[in-house]
């Protein structure tokens, strides 16, 4: 059935459709009903009115045979005869052809009523004529007539007139069916009319209501769309003018990103050059740490001699101690010695004033000794210290040259690596000076394009100009049609 | 030593006996400048008879905690004290050092000898009236160093031994 998503063409179709069957049906019964009418009446002109007719004739005939044979009973002229005969055959004629074509067992036995009488009147006709010709007299044959002929001529008459009545009833009857066909035809075609008449009423009663509340709901939505398209076409304008003024700023920038790229490709062309100048320095170099290895390896030699001296002046120095040791012993014994004197000499009274001296003496050269066997002993220690820091510092300076020298072989390796790494920094550089000679064209290649987009932002900020004078169009035009839609509804 | 400092030692040693006696000068007082677990001492030299060092001394059972034992000096056979218990001192080491009395025949033992030293008597002084027993005068110089009277520690030994007596 018709649903809320039915379309309202579909809606109109599905009306139309039906009204279209109403109206098939209409002309079908139109048509049986016309075609049975017009079987009733030529039912009734084609079998009923010629037998009717017929009946008629059949009455006229025998009409003209009386009065042929009355004719012959006065005259006596054969001519009459024969009209009597022809007569005769007329009447036998049209009752053989109502014969054929009574179309009840009713009226057939009726028509053989009629043959049988007819004979019999014949045959009183054929015995009258026969006395004419044997007695002329007048009065004798009209009274021969009167007897023999007549009473039959009247029961036949009578026959044929109630066939002819009773035809008359058929006749009356199939007109009156025929009529009552028509009318209830008719009927039936009011009737369909005034139901077509109805459901299309209701059908455009429904349309109408349909229409109305579809179409209100649609430029309902149609004016939503058209406001939201209003706010679209605002934003789009606003958002093409940002657009354009970034793109100016973008342009701006293009061009200073452009002056950037060229300096930046003469940049890699320098650094190209340097490039080639350092791997240049790196193999010098290369060669240089070579020598310098070489140079560390003697280093380290003399380094190991020097630790050999070092540790010879320490051994010398430890025996310089031992000997100052003994002389310090010296010294201090003397120094006992020299004491012990001037003890003594003071236990000598005068006489030992001048030992005294002597002893005086004595201990200040062991004092002096004593003290010369400090300072070497301290000078002995500090050689010593001396000497074992510079061992240590030797070894430590013996360390560092392996150091070193691993140092200047990673140095040499690296300087190589510098060397290739130079070389690849020499290409890359290459690369990069062709990467930013395409990067420059790419780069104007896009501040065109950025200045087509810039005029495209422009065309569309027109463009949104346009849509949003249409949508405000688009929006008094759905008023309109809502107004005309809802009029009758407000109403 | 440089050879320079060894020719002036030369010539000053050669000097000093090709010069005439020098004239008497001022009173003078010889000391022997000890060091007692690190506090400088002074002995005078005309109160003691001898100085020895390393000399083996032999421990003698005692009940006089300051008699090391006896030890043998130029033939005679002497006790040694010490002179560090002496003065108060509670030892930490050896001692090397021995020194004979001159008044008795008793060697003191002490740590350290730092030399002999000749002073004017008047750079002698009386030692301040609270000072410790046996150290009644203090050299001033060269640094002010307290000067032992022997004879009271000599007394000290002798008073130790009676009342053992």
């Given at each position: 059935m018709l649903g809320e998503h039915t379309t309202f063409g579909q809606k109109i179709a599905a009306g139309l459709m039906v009204t279209a069957v109403f109206a098939v049906v209409i002309g079908i019964v139109a048509v049986f009903a016309l075609r049975t009418v017009v079987e009733r009446k030529d039912r009734v002109i084609t079998v009923n009115a010629p037998l009717l007719n017929d009946a008629q004739q059949l009455r006229v005939d025998l009409e003209r045979k009386g009065s042929a044979v009355r004719g012959y009973l006065l005259t006596g002229e054969e001519a009459l005869l024969q009209e009597m005969r022809e007569a005769r055959a007329d009447f036998l004629t049209t009752l053989e052809r109502l014969r054929q074509n009574a179309p009840t067992d009713d009226g057939r036995r009726l028509l053989e009523d009629d043959t049988r009488l007819e004979d019999e009147l014949q045959q009183a006709v054929d015995r009258v004529v026969a006395l004419r010709k044997t007695e002329p007299s007048a009065d004798a044959l009209g009274r021969a007539f009167a007897d023999q002929v007549l009473p039959i001529r009247e029961r036949l008459d009578a026959a044929i007139r109630a066939f002819a009545a009773r035809e008359q009833k058929l006749l009356e009857d199939a007109r009156t069916a025929s009529n009552e066909a028509a009318a209830a035809a008719q009927a039936w075609l009011i009737g369909l009319v005034a139901a077509a008449a109805a459901f299309a009423a209701v059908v455009a009663i429904f349309l109408a209501r349909a229409l109305g509340r579809q179409i209100g709901t649609a430029v309902g939505q149609v004016q939503s769309s058209s406001a939201e398209l209003q706010a679209a076409a605002n934003q789009q304008a606003t958002g093409a003018k940002e657009?354009?003024?970034?793109?100016?700023?973008?342009?701006?920038?293009?061009?200073?990103?452009?002056?950037?790229?060229?300096?930046?490709?003469?940049?890699?062309?320098?650094?190209?050059?340097?490039?080639?100048?350092?791997?240049?320095?790196?193999?010098?170099?290369?060669?240089?740490?070579?020598?310098?290895?070489?140079?560390?390896?003697?280093?380290?030699?003399?380094?190991?001699?020097?630790?050999?001296?070092?540790?010879?002046?320490?051994?010398?120095?430890?025996?310089?101690?031992?000997?100052?040791?003994?002389?310090?012993?010296?010294?201090?014994?003397?120094?006992?010695?020299a004491i012990n004197a001037t003890i003594e000499a003071a236990g000598a009274g005068e006489t030992g004033k001048r030992f005294s001296v002597v002893a005086d003496e004595i201990r200040k050269l062991a004092d002096r000794v004593a003290g010369s066997a400090k300072e070497i002993r301290a000078l002995i220690d500090d050689v010593r210290s001396a000497v074992n820091t510079t061992v240590m510092a030797?070894?430590?300076?013996?360390?560092?040259?392996?150091?070193?020298?691993?140092?200047?072989?990673?140095?040499?390796?690296?300087?190589?690596?510098?060397?290739?790494?130079?070389?690849?920094?020499?290409?890359?550089?290459?690369?990069?000076?062709?990467?930013?000679?395409?990067?420059?064209?790419?780069?104007?290649?896009?501040?065109?394009?950025?200045?087509?987009?810039?005029?495209?932002?422009?065309?569309?900020?027109?463009s949104s100009g346009q849509t949003l004078q249409t949508a405000s169009q688009l929006a008094i035009l759905s008023k309109d049609l809502l107004r005309l839609v809802r009029s009758g509804e407000r109403a | 030593m440089s050879g320079s400092a060894a020719a002036a030692l030369r010539a000053a040693f050669d000097r000093s006996f090709a010069e005439a006696p020098a004239p008497a000068g001022p009173a003078t007082e010889d000391l022997l400048a000890i060091s007692i677990e690190g506090q400088p001492y002074a002995l005078r030299l005309s109160e003691l008879a001898g100085l020895f060092a390393d000399r083996r001394v032999s421990p003698l059972p005692s009940p006089v905690p300051e008699l090391l034992g006896l030890a043998g000096l130029r033939g005679r056979l002497l006790p040694v004290y010490d002179l560090r218990r002496m003065l108060g001192h509670s030892p930490t080491r050896d001692c090397r050092w021995l020194v004979v009395a001159a008044a008795a025949p008793v060697a003191l033992a002490f740590d350290e000898l730092e030399g002999h030293v000749r002073l004017a008597r008047e750079a002698i002084a009386a030692a301040p009236a609270a000072h410790p027993e046996h150290l009644p005068e203090i050299a001033m110089r060269p640094t002010p160093r307290p000067v032992l009277r022997l004879a009271s520690v000599l007394a000290a030994i002798q008073r130790k031994t009676q009342t053992l007596t």
């Amino acid at each position: 059935m018709l649903g809320e998503h039915t379309t309202f063409g579909q809606k109109i179709a599905a009306g139309l459709m039906v009204t279209a069957v109403f109206a098939v049906v209409i002309g079908i019964v139109a048509v049986f009903a016309l075609r049975t009418v017009v079987e009733r009446k030529d039912r009734v002109i084609t079998v009923n009115a010629p037998l009717l007719n017929d009946a008629q004739q059949l009455r006229v005939d025998l009409e003209r045979k009386g009065s042929a044979v009355r004719g012959y009973l006065l005259t006596g002229e054969e001519a009459l005869l024969q009209e009597m005969r022809e007569a005769r055959a007329d009447f036998l004629t049209t009752l053989e052809r109502l014969r054929q074509n009574a179309p009840t067992d009713d009226g057939r036995r009726l028509l053989e009523d009629d043959t049988r009488l007819e004979d019999e009147l014949q045959q009183a006709v054929d015995r009258v004529v026969a006395l004419r010709k044997t007695e002329p007299s007048a009065d004798a044959l009209g009274r021969a007539f009167a007897d023999q002929v007549l009473p039959i001529r009247e029961r036949l008459d009578a026959a044929i007139r109630a066939f002819a009545a009773r035809e008359q009833k058929l006749l009356e009857d199939a007109r009156t069916a025929s009529n009552e066909a028509a009318a209830a035809a008719q009927a039936w075609l009011i009737g369909l009319v005034a139901a077509a008449a109805a459901f299309a009423a209701v059908v455009a009663i429904f349309l109408a209501r349909a229409l109305g509340r579809q179409i209100g709901t649609a430029v309902g939505q149609v004016q939503s769309s058209s406001a939201e398209l209003q706010a679209a076409a605002n934003q789009q304008a606003t958002g093409a003018k940002e657009q354009a003024t970034a793109m100016n700023e973008i342009t701006t920038t293009i061009s200073e990103l452009l002056a950037t790229s060229r300096q930046i490709a003469e940049s890699a062309q320098r650094v190209s050059q340097i490039a080639d100048q350092t791997a240049s320095a790196a193999r010098q170099g290369d060669g240089t740490v070579a020598k310098a290895n070489d140079a560390i390896g003697s280093i380290r030699r003399q380094v190991d001699l020097i630790v050999g001296h070092m540790l010879d002046l320490g051994k010398k120095s430890q025996q310089i101690g031992s000997v100052l040791e003994i002389v310090a012993e010296l010294a201090e014994q003397t120094n006992i010695l020299a004491i012990n004197a001037t003890i003594e000499a003071a236990g000598a009274g005068e006489t030992g004033k001048r030992f005294s001296v002597v002893a005086d003496e004595i201990r200040k050269l062991a004092d002096r000794v004593a003290g010369s066997a400090k300072e070497i002993r301290a000078l002995i220690d500090d050689v010593r210290s001396a000497v074992n820091t510079t061992v240590m510092a030797t070894e430590t300076g013996s360390k560092a040259v392996d150091t070193g020298s691993k140092l200047f072989g990673d140095v040499a390796s690296a300087l190589r690596q510098v060397g290739g790494l130079v070389t690849t920094t020499t290409e890359a550089g290459r690369e990069i000076e062709l990467s930013t000679k395409q990067q420059a064209t790419a780069v104007e290649q896009v501040n065109v394009a950025i200045a087509n987009v810039a005029q495209a932002s422009k065309e569309t900020e027109a463009s949104s100009g346009q849509t949003l004078q249409t949508a405000s169009q688009l929006a008094i035009l759905s008023k309109d049609l809502l107004r005309l839609v809802r009029s009758g509804e407000r109403a | 030593m440089s050879g320079s400092a060894a020719a002036a030692l030369r010539a000053a040693f050669d000097r000093s006996f090709a010069e005439a006696p020098a004239p008497a000068g001022p009173a003078t007082e010889d000391l022997l400048a000890i060091s007692i677990e690190g506090q400088p001492y002074a002995l005078r030299l005309s109160e003691l008879a001898g100085l020895f060092a390393d000399r083996r001394v032999s421990p003698l059972p005692s009940p006089v905690p300051e008699l090391l034992g006896l030890a043998g000096l130029r033939g005679r056979l002497l006790p040694v004290y010490d002179l560090r218990r002496m003065l108060g001192h509670s030892p930490t080491r050896d001692c090397r050092w021995l020194v004979v009395a001159a008044a008795a025949p008793v060697a003191l033992a002490f740590d350290e000898l730092e030399g002999h030293v000749r002073l004017a008597r008047e750079a002698i002084a009386a030692a301040p009236a609270a000072h410790p027993e046996h150290l009644p005068e203090i050299a001033m110089r060269p640094t002010p160093r307290p000067v032992l009277r022997l004879a009271s520690v000599l007394a000290a030994i002798q008073r130790k031994t009676q009342t053992l007596t």
